[in-house]
């Protein structure tokens, strides 16, 4: 494995030049290049990060519901990050369950603001349930039980044991433990601990997409295949041997990567990469493991498949 610092020099000094070559590996991959289609009636929607929202027979999930970025100085400062409801209500479709990978502000900030508008039910972690608890929704929330199916109308969803990547200095997991704190008003972005992690493998219209939000994985948790996989990259440097292990794991069809967005930008403003998140990098490592491994990405709000909404 690489040192995960070796591109963070160049990235530094050339910050232009990475994001050129990241954005034109981005779009000659992407979904509208053709060669990758979806079972006729499903549609599937990417809002950056780790947030999707797929769609089949009248029932709509989200994953991970985050759209109310913030500049990184903004989030940095020890103040609660607040969630936009308007925004949420413009950008992010109605939907009838909720799945949480993890508890970082990047994937359940804007959680309490789809619950209270959807009255929908959660599925995740303690941590979860506790967010959903401070906004007086706790009857929402659902902890997953590993391994156990979920009949979410035509879909099944299954709950697989994970860890996130180590990303401060490839030593511990940052706000790692259990989200703990008793009031919204100390909701700073250091608040939102990580707590339990999941991949999350998801059954509908013949096909079974796998889900995983964060660079690192219990290899014997994986258990089945899948056909497409929904794959994080963002701080995949910091475990070793990753994309070999994950794809030899899950042996997918397809790979769709996301969560490798800059998401201290407006969602709607052009996409940025994440600092040395390395996306032809990405490509690249898939290739070792499977030179023949579709590949296809999509740019924030693009949907394929059967429109949602």
Same mark, same amino acid.
């Given at each position: ?39 006729? #009636? ?8 780790? +947030? =999707? ?17 913030r500049?990184?100085?903004?989030v ?16 992010l479709?109605? +939907?009838?369950?909720?799945?949480v #990978?993890h508890?970082? =502000? ?10 209270? $508008?959807?009255? +929908? ?14 906004f ?28 996130h ?10 706000? #790692?433990g ?6 919204t ?9 990580? #707590? ?18 964060? +660079? ?6 994986? $258990?089945?295949?899948c056909d ?7 701080? $995949? ?25 800059? =998401? ?14 390395? =996306?032809?990098g990405f490509?690249?490592?898939? $290739? ?14 693009q ?7």
């Amino acid at each position: 494995m690489a040192s995960p610092y070796s591109d963070v020099l160049p990235f530094l000094l050339r910050p232009g030049a990475r994001q050129a070559n990241d954005r034109s590996a981005a779009r000659d991959c992407n979904w509208s290049s053709g060669g990758a289609t979806l079972p006729p #009636g499903l549609g599937l929607q990417w809002f950056g990060t780790a +947030c =999707f929202a797929i769609a089949y027979e009248g029932t709509t999930i989200l994953t991970d519901p985050f759209v109310s970025r913030r500049p990184i100085a903004e989030v940095l400062r020890a103040k609660p990050l607040p969630s936009d409801a308007a925004l949420v209500e413009r950008l992010l479709p109605r +939907c009838d369950a909720v799945l949480v #990978g993890h508890a970082h =502000f990047d994937h359940i900030l804007d959680l309490p603001a789809v619950v209270r $508008r959807d009255r +929908c039910t959660v599925y995740g972690s303690k941590s979860a349930q506790h967010l959903l608890g401070l906004f007086g929704l706790a009857e929402h929330g659902v902890i997953a039980t590993p391994h156990e199916p979920i009949e979410i109308g035509p879909f099944k969803v299954t709950f697989v044991p994970s860890v996130h990547s180590k990303l401060l200095g490839g030593l511990a997991v940052p706000q #790692g433990g259990e989200l703990t704190c008793e009031h919204t008003e100390s909701l700073t972005q250091s608040a939102y601990r990580c #707590g339990q992690v999941w991949g999350m493998r998801i059954e509908v219209a013949g096909i079974t997409l796998y889900h995983q939000g964060s +660079c690192d994985l219990l290899d014997e948790e994986i $258990r089945e295949p899948c056909d497409v996989f929904l794959c994080g990259i963002a701080g $995949r440097s910091f475990t070793k041997d990753y994309v070999a292990r994950i794809i030899g794991r899950l042996k997918p069809s397809l790979v769709i990567p996301h969560h490798h967005d800059n =998401f201290f930008l407006p969602l709607e403003q052009e996409m940025g990469f994440s600092l040395n998140v390395n =996306f032809g990098g990405f490509l690249q490592e898939l $290739r070792d493991v499977d030179p023949d491994l579709p590949v296809r990405s999509l740019e924030p709000m693009q949907c394929i498949g059967e429109p949602i909404g």
